[in-house]
């Protein structure tokens, strides 16, 4: 049961254009909502997190969005640049669920084109 | 480099035979992760530790599996008579509890292959 989902296995975006990632989940109990970007042949690499209690968090070029009551988040990343390109991950995870473990979407690929 | 680090990075065996990774976790950081990602899938949780002490198993982690991180520190993740279906990426991740924030920051993986 994928408690976390990426619907976009992919995304081409023009290289200083918005480029929109989106997660739904399913899990209520999920508090914690966590980005990671991974390049082939690497780990995952920590991009960008928020907190339920927000709704919004801001790093640079990263922007994160929560919709709690349609359990739904996305990545905005502006503007795009061809080093961006990679596989977006996103993550969540629930302290009342008794879990501590992350619980990951299937991934969506990025392509920035020059 | 005080990142996560994990050894080997690749490793080809045949099935049946056993195989062991290591993690190194960030210093200091009391939590271990392990993960396992397939083919067009996102990482999938398989056991953590905090400290030496094993807190949870996924139901994925096979009684072919077995973890251990004696000391606090580094970790160990052995499969037993692997089988072709164990082949992935594994992953190893670490996070700090008295953090103010829920991150876990990941390794390089180790790419295993069993033919």
């Known amino acids: 049961d994928q408690q976390v989902k990426q619907n976009s296995p992919s995304l081409s975006v023009q290289e200083g254009r918005i480029s929109i990632l989106n997660c739904d989940y399913t899990?209520?109990?999920?508090?914690?909502f966590l980005w990671y970007k991974k390049y082939p042949a690497e780990g995952p690499t920590f991009l960008i997190s928020?907190?339920?209690?927000?709704d919004k968090n801001e790093d640079g070029r990263f922007t994160v969005f929560l919709n709690k009551s349609a359990k739904h988040l996305s990545l905005h990343i502006v503007p795009s640049q061809p080093g961006d390109s990679a596989v977006y991950f996103c993550?969540?995870?629930?302290?009342?669920?008794?879990?501590?473990?992350?619980?990951f979407g299937t991934g969506t690929r990025l392509t920035v084109i020059p | 480099d005080t990142g996560v680090s994990q050894d080997p990075r690749h490793k080809i065996t045949k099935r049946g035979q056993n195989v062991t990774f290591r993690c190194d976790p960030i210093?200091?950081?009391?939590?271990l992760y392990w993960y396992r990602q397939t083919l067009g899938q996102g990482p999938e949780f398989l056991t953590y530790?905090?400290?030496?002490?094993?807190?949870?198993k996924s139901r994925l982690l096979s009684d072919r599996f077995s973890a251990e991180r004696p000391k606090g520190s580094f970790s160990t993740l052995e499969i037993q008579r692997t089988e072709q279906g164990d082949s992935a990426m594994y992953l190893c991740?670490?996070?700090?509890?008295?953090?103010?924030?829920?991150?876990?920051?990941f390794g390089p993986g180790t790419r295993l292959t069993v033919l």
């Open positions: 210093s200091e950081h009391n939590r």
């Open positions: 530790f905090q400290n030496e002490a094993q807190l949870e």
């Open positions: 993550a969540a995870r629930g302290r009342k669920t008794g879990a501590n473990n992350l619980f």
């Open positions: 899990n209520s109990m999920f508090d914690y």
């Open positions: 928020i907190s339920s209690i927000k």
């Open positions: 991740a670490s996070e700090s509890v008295a953090g103010v924030t829920d991150t876990q920051y």
